[in-house]
Structures are given as structure tokens and as C-alpha cells.
């Protein structure tokens, strides 16, 4: 096959020694790896100035542009109002997200079909229209698809799904963003990000045993936090980054946007070559020899990154233990040699009823290798598995050389149900029997998000995050405490068996092999292609422009919600069951915050409408406000917006009529989709303010005409009996993102300027 866009990677490869060149100048020291890159792909070409690191907003011309079908229906909707012909830098939409799981592969994508029918065919037609390549049902999860075809070393591409960052396993520097910023970079403007602090992890030694490379970013995340990466690329190098296998620094990539990272990477070495020629591309490998030493951060970086990253971290390899995280968070991490004693301290149930496999983290040829040598063991022995199992394959190809390899096999003859290559029980596309009954219990995977109720729906499944071959033992001994180093399992004989350590081909040894990988390339000329939305679909809505702010202080708006704790994309729009209407803005805004917790009464959905002095759900006192043209605000805690770059959960509130959101702390893609969509995305200057706000308050923003980058914005709270206190609050809006919200949108901008 092949290789898709050469061209634009040779060209990239062409400029770099010069806008290298150019960036060693301007700042003056060695470079890390994250930097060359970054200034490889500024707009302005080669770099006239150095930039501030976590303050100056830079200006990048990424080199293409990643969407799956639930984000990509909102961005191509948009897209289609830019008004232009066709995308600007190549682009790929991939359908994984639609998909359910439940009884396996061959009736579940069929169903799916069915129901998604004019999802599919609207996202195939504008596809075709635009340009943009179309990854059908079935072809496998987006971040696989593009690590495999697309991802290359020192390449910039962003993605509408926090996960793109997975492509840092082949050295690029791939970011999760919002529709709105693809439809910038789809219609050959620059896309703006604040130059990212950087934070290096040195990896020393080698994995051995049960551990892998999703202990590394296990352990990162047990570190950093949901929140430690905000705003920072993180750079890993080191002995032991050369050790690991491409997809294993995909996996470590991939989670990074659990800790909040704008993204992750690792320079180009000897483990990329191989999956490069492995996967067909050769050429690619050609390209970037020729320029290797621009691919990997400079060498006096690595000898000394305490003087080039505003953080480091040391993690020997050698000496990692296996991490199951959770549950409810993944960065709650636990060795497994303390897992037992954990769980029965905080009571989560140690009987394990599921072992998934799979999600765009880790569902690679080697991942499923290595979970299925043990599978084989277990059954080799006369063990009975305790869980029941789930795999979802990453890829087709993936999936067709696992089949020809006998590894589906393995598990097929374990009873495992072998879902489509999807991201199906991930993001609650899992028919899970029994889920509806809310019973606590546990399940492991090997996905990277474990929030509650995200897999089947039920708030009291603790779901445990691990890596595919933890997945395997626990799943089989049925035991969350399960530590295969050290226990035995029982086999049908009464033997006490020991499981040996995992082995896995790092790249099938009879090379890839795939029938119909199911790509279909876009029509040469579009501009024929018709699109057509029913006007009573209940799935698609053409969207209607927001309006512009009307130049006045925004007075008297109500507190619709103060959420409490975790408030993640999740809980602001939920997927599973609410990812049918993610082409719909109406529809889906009926799941506005209804996972939010209120501060007020402990309760999800519940908020006092203050009109009536009742209690509704958020959605239905949200319209009652909209309705009576009353405007509103949501507070929130920190880190509000974790998870996903859908920018549902900053369109919603901005159609419902939601002026503000104002938090102690925001995630960086939300905070941005509400800067896009118009909307005031404001955090406490000083975060005790949290607990001023009130459930009869009312709000007067004083000085939102003087709204100007760097100053802080004054805030009047109303309360019910009378006394009324102002705040400041903080933003990071700059010059531009004012004029977003000054005209209601991005969109609405870019709409003014084709005019
Ligand atoms: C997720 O893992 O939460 C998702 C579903 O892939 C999202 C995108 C979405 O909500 O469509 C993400 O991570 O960005
Ligand atoms: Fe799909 Fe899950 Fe990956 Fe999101 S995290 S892209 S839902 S597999």
C-alpha cells in the first residue's frame, strides 16, 4: 500500500534543518525534543523570537488534522460554514465511538449500522466532499488507525479526542483539541496554544517480569495527578525510553492525557524504525534519517534536563512494579503487592466480574500478544477463568493478524468475546447484562479512563485501570488482590499453579496482514457532493450561529449549578447512551451537567430553579432561564472539564444560554471550547471565593466592557438576604479570544472574515 501523504512529511522533513537553525538562534541553549518540534511548526515559518513557556500564545501550523465520528459530526458541522471547498492539510475521520459492544464483532457492527446509518453516511458524504480521508465501522479506534498510517516523527497534528496525544509514540506532537480549533487548521488558519512548560521523565533500566510499559504511565499518573501535566508536554527519554516498544510509548502517551498534559513524546529511535517498516512505510524511515538528530532532543538536554525542564521525574524501569489504578480516577495508583490490603481498607469488592481488553491505549498486536501467552497458560493448565472477558481489537489489522496468528484463538478458547476493532465498552458503548441492576462491583481493563459509571453506566462499578496482561492474570483468578508474582491459582486438578511473566511479539514475526482495512479515499473533486440533513432528524442539526455579545455587562444571572468534587466532560455531557445525538445540539443539551453533583444538596440533576423556588433537572431549569431570557452561570471546583475534548460541554451550555463558567481550576481543551464557543470561561482569583456562592445568588459582572487580556474582571454576588459582595475573578482570554466572545463564536468570526 501506499504510503499516504508522503509528500507533506517529505516537505516537513525539508524545512527542518532550517526552522532549527532558526529556533537555536532565538533561544540561545540546547534544545529539548518538545521545542524542536514546536518551533519546527510555527505559522510565521522560521522563528523570529523565543517564546515564554506556559505564557506566550503561539501561533502553529500543524501538519493534520485527526477526527472520530462523535467529535467529527459537531466539527464538520461547523466546517461547513467556513465556507471553503476543501480541507486545507490532509484529515482523516474514523467511526469507532458508535459502536456497541455486546455479543461480538460480526452482530454488533452490523447493529450498529443500522442505527447509525445516517450518522455514517453523513460523515462518509462530507468527507468525500472535503477531502478528508473516511476510516469506516469496523477499520479500528482512531489513535491505532493513525499511529499505524499516519503518525510520523517530529510531525504536529491535532485531533478532535483527548487520546491523539497517543501518536507521541511515534515522536510527534500530537494534541486532543475541540472541533472548533480543527475547523481553524481544516480552514488554513494558524491554531493558537500557549507555549507548553515542559515536564521530562527519565527513564533508567529495563521492564522485566509483569511489568510494562503501562506501569510507566501508571506510575506518572500516581505522581502528576489528574492535574499535574496541565498545560505541559511531557518529554520522555532516557536508556529506558529506548527499550520500550513503539506502541508501549503510545500507551504512555496515550494516558498522558490523564494527567491533564497537552501532550507527550519520545524521540525518534531504533523501536519507531522497526514499527515504521513494519507497518509499510519505509519511506518514512528514508525521510527521517535524514534529518535523525532534528528528531530527538539535543544531547546536553539529556545530560542535564534538571537545567531545560520545569519539572523531571526518574523512574527506574527495573525496579516498577505492576500499578492497577482506581477505582473511580486514574491516577489513584497501587502496586499490585498492596492492592489486597488497599482494597479491603476501602472496601471495594475484591471478586472480579470483568477483564476487558482494549480502547485506543492499548489494543495493539503486542498488547493482545502478551495478555494472550497468559490466557494460553491458563488454559494449557486446567484453570478456569473467574471474570468474564472482553477484547476490542485496535485495528483491523490488528485484528486480522492476530486472528491468522492464533492469538484470537487463545482467547476465544478462554470464552472471551471478541467485540469490533472499536472503542465500545470505553466510552459506555457496552450492552453490559445486569448494569441497570446498580450493583457494586468490580471490573479491570486496560483503558485509560475509569471515571464512574463511564463503562456500563452503573455508578457502583469500580472499574480498575491496568495494563492487558494485569487484566489477563486478574481477570482469571477472579481476584482483585491477585498478585501473579508472588500467588498461585488452583487449577482443575486441585494444583497449586504459578503463572509465568507474559511474552509477546513486540510486531508479528510474519509481518501485518489485512484484507480491507476499510479506508475510503475522498473524491478528487468534491464539489458535487451533496449533504443532505433532514430537517427533522433527530440525530443531525445544521447549527445556527450564537449570538453576538450585545456590548452590555451581563446583570442579574442566576446560579444554575454549583457543582461539588469531580466535575469531568463526563459528568457535563455523558456519552453512552447520549452519543447518538452528538450531531444534534438541541437533543444532546438534554444531558447538560446531569452528572454534576450539587454543592447544595449532594445530589446529580437536582438544582433549585429560582424562578419558581422548585427543583428540577439542569437541562429543564436551563430552558426555564433561557425561556424567560434570564442569563445564568455554572461554578465548578478544579480541574473542571477533565476527560474529553468533546465540545459538546461547552456548546451546550452556550445554546441553553449559559453566560459563565467559573471554577477554581479548569482542563486545558474545555477551557478552550468555551473561549471558542463563546462562552466566559473565568476562575476565582482567589479560590475561598468558591464558598461565597449560594443557591439564591444572582450575579452582575461590573467591568465586562473593559474586558482587556491580563486584567481581572469584577464580579458582584447577590445574595438572597439582601447583602451583595464582590469578587475578582481571573481569565486567560488574550486579544483575540475577546474577539471571540465579543462575536459570539470563532466560528461566527472566521464566517465575518470569508465575507
Ligand atoms: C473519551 O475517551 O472520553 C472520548 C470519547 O474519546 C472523548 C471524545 C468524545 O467525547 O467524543 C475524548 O477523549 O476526547
Ligand atoms: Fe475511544 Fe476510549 Fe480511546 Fe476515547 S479513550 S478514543 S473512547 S478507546
Known amino acids: 500500500m501506499k504510503v499516504f501523504d508522503l509528500d507533506m512529511i517529505q516537505r516537513v522533513y525539508e524545512r527542518y534543518p532550517a526552522r532549527i537553525a532558526a529556533a537555536r538562534k532565538v533561544v540561545g541553549r540546547p534544545l529539548t525534543l518538545s521545542e524542536k518540534i514546536l518551533y519546527a511548526h510555527l505559522w510565521e515559518g522560521d522563528a523570529s523570537a523565543g517564546f515564554e513557556r506556559g505564557k506566550s500564545y503561539v501561533d502553529f501550523a500543524p501538519d493534520r488534522v485527526a477526527m472520530q465520528d462523535a467529535t467529527a459530526q459537531m466539527a464538520l458541522l461547523q466546517f461547513m460554514q467556513a465556507g471553503k471547498k476543501r480541507v486545507a492539510v490532509p484529515s482523516t475521520v474514523h467511526a469507532d465511538h458508535l459502536i456497541q459492544a455486546k455479543v461480538g464483532a460480526s452482530k454488533d457492527l452490523q447493529d450498529s449500522l443500522n442505527q447509525n446509518n445516517e450518522v455514517f453516511n453523513f460523515l462518509s458524504s462530507i468527507s468525500n466532499k472535503y477531502g478528508i480521508g473516511f476510516w469506516k465501522p469496523g477499520a479500528g479506534i482512531i489513535h491505532q488507525v493513525v499511529l499505524e498510517n499516519y503518525a510520523f516523527p517530529g510531525g504536529m497534528m491535532i485531533g478532535t479526542d483527548s487520546h491523539t496525544v497517543n501518536a507521541g509514540g511515534l515522536g510527534m506532537v500530537a494534541i486532543g483539541v475541540g472541533g472548533a480549533d480543527a475547523v481553524d487548521v481544516m480552514a488554513g488558519m494558524a491554531w493558537e496554544l500557549k507555549f507548553p512548560k515542559l515536564i521530562g521523565v527519565k527513564l533508567t533500566g529495563k521492564l522485566n517480569g509483569w511489568t510494562s510499559a503501562k506501569d510507566v504511565i501508571l506510575k506518572v499518573a500516581d505522581i502528576l495527578t489528574v492535574k499535574g501535566g496541565t498545560g505541559a508536554i511531557v518529554e520522555y527519554f532516557g536508556e ?15 494516558m498522558g492525557a490523564e494527567i491533564g498534559a497537552t501532550t507527550s513524546t519520545f524521540g525518534y529511535d531504533e523501536s519507531m524504525r522497526r514499527y515504521l517498516i513494519a507497518t509499510g512505510r519505509q519511506e518514512v524511515v528514508n525521510a527521517a534519517d535524514a534529518i535523525a538528530e532534528h528528531l530527538t532532543g539535543d544531547k546536553e538536554v539529556y545530560a542535564e534536563p534538571e537545567k531545560y525542564f520545569d519539572q523531571l521525574i526518574e523512574i527506574n524501569l527495573s525496579e516498577l512494579e505492576p500499578h492497577v489504578n482506581g477505582p473511580f480516577t486514574p491516577d489513584r495508583g497501587t502496586p499490585i503487592s498492596k492492592m489486597r490490603e488497599e482494597a479491603t481498607t476501602n472496601g471495594w469488592p475484591l471478586q472480579v466480574e470483568w477483564g476487558l481488553i482494549g480502547s485506543c491505549t492499548n489494543s495493539s498486536y503486542e498488547d493482545l500478544a502478551r495478555a494472550a501467552s497468559i490466557v494460553k497458560q491458563a488454559v494449557a493448565q486446567g484453570i478456569t477463568p473467574k471474570a468474564e472477558f472482553g477484547i476490542n481489537p485496535g485495528s483491523e489489522q490488528v485484528r486480522y493478524t492476530a486472528e491468522r496468528d492464533g492469538i484470537l484463538a487463545d482467547f476465544e478458547k478462554m470464552g472471551t468475546k471478541v467485540f469490533t476493532n472499536a472503542c465500545g465498552p470505553c466510552i459506555g458503548q457496552w450492552a453490559r447484562e445486569g448494569a441497570d441492576k446498580q450493583e457494586k462491583n468490580t471490573i479491570v481493563h486496560s483503558f485509560n479512563r475509569n471515571f464512574s459509571k463511564r463503562a456500563d453506566g452503573n455508578p457502583n462499578t469500580h472499574a480498575f485501570v491496568t495494563s492487558p496482561e494485569m487484566v489477563a492474570a486478574l481477570a482469571i483468578a477472579g481476584d482483585l488482590g491477585f498478585n501473579p508474582i508472588t500467588d498461585t491459582l488452583t487449577n482443575d486438578k486441585g494444583e497449586q499453579i504459578k503463572l509465568n511473566p507474559p511474552v509477546g511479539d513486540e510486531l508479528p514475526t510474519k509481518g501485518f496482514a489485512v484484507e480491507d482495512n476499510g479506508y475510503q479515499a475522498p473524491a478528487e473533486d468534491g464539489s458535487n457532493v451533496e449533504i443532505a440533513v433532514a430537517p427533522d432528524s433527530q440525530r443531525l442539526q445544521l447549527l445556527e450561529n450564537f449570538t453576538p455579545w450585545d456590548g452590555q455587562n451581563i446583570m442579574g444571572a442566576k446560579l444554575l449549578i ?19 445525538y452528538r450531531g444534534h445540539l438541541d437533543n444532546i443539551s438534554n444531558n447538560m451537567l446531569i ?20 427543583y428540577g433537572e439542569v437541562p429543564a ?22 476527560g474529553s475534548s468533546r465540545e459538546h460541554a461547552a456548546m451546550e451550555p452556550r445554546h441553553l444560554g449559559v453566560r459563565a463558567v467559573l471554577v477554581k481550576s479548569f482542563a486545558r481543551i474545555h477551557e478552550t471550547n468555551l473561549k471558542k464557543q463563546g462562552m466566559l470561561g473565568l476562575t476565582f482569583a482567589n479560590e475561598a471565593d468558591y464558598d461565597k456562592i449560594q443557591e439564591d445568588d444572582t450575579f452582575d459582572f461590573l467591568d465586562l466592557q473593559a474586558f482587556a487580556p491580563d486584567e481581572q474582571l469584577t464580579l458582584q454576588i447577590n445574595h438572597s438576604n439582601g447583602v451583595s459582595e464582590q469578587i475578582k475573578v481571573n481569565h486567560t482570554y488574550n486579544a483575540s479570544q475577546i474577539e471571540w466572545f465579543r462575536a459570539g463564536s470563532a466560528l461566527n468570526l472566521i464566517k465575518k472574515m470569508e465575507a
Request: proline share 3%; with cysteine; hydrophobic share 30%.
Open 240 to 254: 529506558g525510553a529506548l527499550s520500550l516498544s513503539c506502541t508501549g510509548k503510545g500507551t504512555i502517551c496515550n
Open 562 to 580: 454549583k457543582a461539588k468534587g469531580k466535575c469531568t466532560t463526563d459528568h457535563i455531557s455523558m456519552a453512552g447512551p447520549w452519543l447518538r
Open 595 to 614: 452528572g454534576a453533583e450539587n454543592a447544595f444538596n449532594g445530589e446529580a440533576n437536582k438544582v433549585k430553579n429560582q424562578l419558581t423556588g422548585e
Open 621 to 642: 431549569v436551563q430552558r426555564a432561564y433561557k425561556a424567560a431570557g434570564i442569563p445564568s452561570i455554572v461554578v465548578g471546583d478544579h480541574n473542571y472539564g477533565e
